[in-house]
């Protein structure tokens, strides 16, 4: 396995994933900075919880493409070299989309990582009043995380079937829509089949606004169990059926 694990890297060694990432997570950086630049100080006091419910508004919109590109990059050796026949000769067919999915979710870790970071640099730029609380970042970093992870494990089922890479990345494109969507819809049996709502159904942080006074008061709700094991379901489901038809996909 470890020689395995060594080949994934020089293959991706050149394919500048680290800078999609960077890119990406500037993108993120730069937008809540905006965002939290238009408050005023006293709606800054409760800043995390404000940052706690734009994070994952933002990766609803930018997640999915990101994912397909990271899945594409990832996949790019076997897919567009078209060497998959012969690599599939050299390791075990399954451990390839093992280690797939490995590096994919290492490069999220680091993501993911960058982005708790992102949160105590804009506390400490703009002085947020209200304590950060150590569940909060728990919640947040198995939202983001796992969330995550399951749309990467579709994307890379669809970078290894369709040597045209254009349909993954507009199913990616197709995801953030509807992603985007699912937070002005209703609990209901809609989003929870939908793996890009779970960004919204995951959400800990909720707010209320007076018309009257235009004041935003934002406060915890309680973290969503039943989607999470319903979300962890669909990971191992996933992974399952991907990995199945991936042994089966001729080559």
Not at 166 to 182: D, E, H, N, R, T
Not at 193 to 204: D, E, M, N, T
Request: aromatic share 18%; proline share 2%; glycine share 6%.
């Amino acid at each position: 396995m470890q020689r395995e694990w060594r080949t994934e890297w020089i293959k991706v060694r050149y394919r500048k994933v680290g800078l999609l990432l960077m890119a990406f997570l500037m993108l993120i950086f730069l937008w809540v900075s905006w965002a939290l630049s238009r408050n005023t100080k006293e709606e800054m006091a409760d800043g995390y919880r404000m940052i706690f419910l734009q994070l994952p508004m933002i990766h609803t919109i930018l997640a999915p493409t990101m994912l397909a590109m990271l899945a594409s990059r990832l996949c790019d050796a076997e897919v567009k070299g078209d060497t998959l026949k012969l690599l599939c000769t050299l390791e075990h067919k399954g451990r390839l989309f093992d280690m797939k999915l490995l590096m994919g979710a290492c490069y999220l870790a680091l993501f993911v990582f960058a982005e708790v970071g992102i949160l105590f640099i804009q506390g400490a730029i703009y002085h947020f009043q209200r304590p950060l609380e150590p569940v909060q970042i728990l919640f947040f970093v198995l939202q983001i995380y796992l969330v995550s992870f399951a749309i990467f494990l579709l994307q890379v089922v669809l970078s290894f079937f369709f040597e045209n890479q254009i349909l993954p990345l507009a199913i990616g494109l197709l995801g953030s829509f509807v992603g985007l969507f699912s937070w002005f819809f209703a609990n209901g049996i809609g989003k929870l089949v939908l793996i890009w709502a779970y960004y919204s159904q995951l959400c800990f942080v909720a707010f209320d606004w007076e018309k009257e006074t235009r004041v935003i008061t934002y406060y915890n709700k309680p973290f969503d169990v039943f989607s999470f094991a319903l979300l962890i379901v669909f990971l191992v489901a996933g992974y399952v059926i991907g990995k199945s038809l991936f042994l089966r996909k001729e080559i």
